[in-house]
């Protein structure tokens, strides 16, 4: 029997992580299966980000750190996907059978990555795939953030190299950690997320939040939703979900105002009109027959354009 392949590289694009990446490079140097190469992509820090990066890669041979100057200031979505692909664009990662982008804020299992490889060996349609986030309540509790099992969650977006090919990479926009999904879903992959506790890892800094809070990530979510192409039906009832969580109610008519704000301000959509019209079929059918069959029609609508290890090597991602 061939031994498979299970080399794989992570991107760490990251700014200001002092706080939280200790707990993230711990969690990985600990893997059961270490990645061949980790780059660290600080993306012009002020709080001993670099200072930390640098003494983990004196210390960890696969541990490489690139740094950038400082603009000025967090440039949310297109600028964690630009400082993404310097890491990748340094990375050689067309040697490893998987990449992936990580962020400096999570605490991992041990099998976390010698998990989701066993999985994709098992499955070879799953392009990329991911495990569940969670938080920790302030009674101490793990509480779920509640991520669709059809993404693969943008803290750790795990690869298999051919499917990173194909999709053309990540688009350097808000929601380029949805839009990712759904194209790989038009290129015939499948995308998905597993809730079991090999892969269960705590995000030590909730999903929607930002640098300027909650509510203003939440509001930022509402504005990718718009600029990807969604249905307001669609997300109107995702936000109602949303309510349901912690921030309770002002959570989801953050996300309603985002969209709102950007729709009566006229902010441009992204310029794919195959991948939008799909979106909002796809959206259209869940609202009738509930995500999980919805994606399940997707996978079969597209399956034909399924190319396994013959993708082409990799376009431009979008700007």
Known sequence: MTTPDRSYVLIGPCRNEAKFMKRTLDSVIAQSVKPAKFIIVDDGSDDGTSEVADQYAEQHDFIEVIHREDRGFRKVGGGVVETFNVGLEASNWEDYAYVCKIDLDLDLPERYFERLMEIMEERPRIGTCSGKAYFRAPNGNMVSEACGDEMSVGMTKFYRRECFQDIGGFVAQVMWDAIDCHTARMKGWQAISFDEPELRFEHLRPMGSSQKGIFTGRARHGFGQWFMGSSFPYFAATAAFR??????????????????????????????????????????RALIVGKAKATTEIEEQYADNWRGAGALPMANAAE
């Open 243 to 284: 309510m349901t969580r912690r921030p309770y109610i002002t959570g989801g008519l953050s996300m309603l105002y985002g969209y709102i704000k950007a729709a009566i301000d006229g902010e441009p959509r992204y310029d794919n009109p195959d991948f939008r019209a799909m979106l909002r079929k796809y959206q259209s």
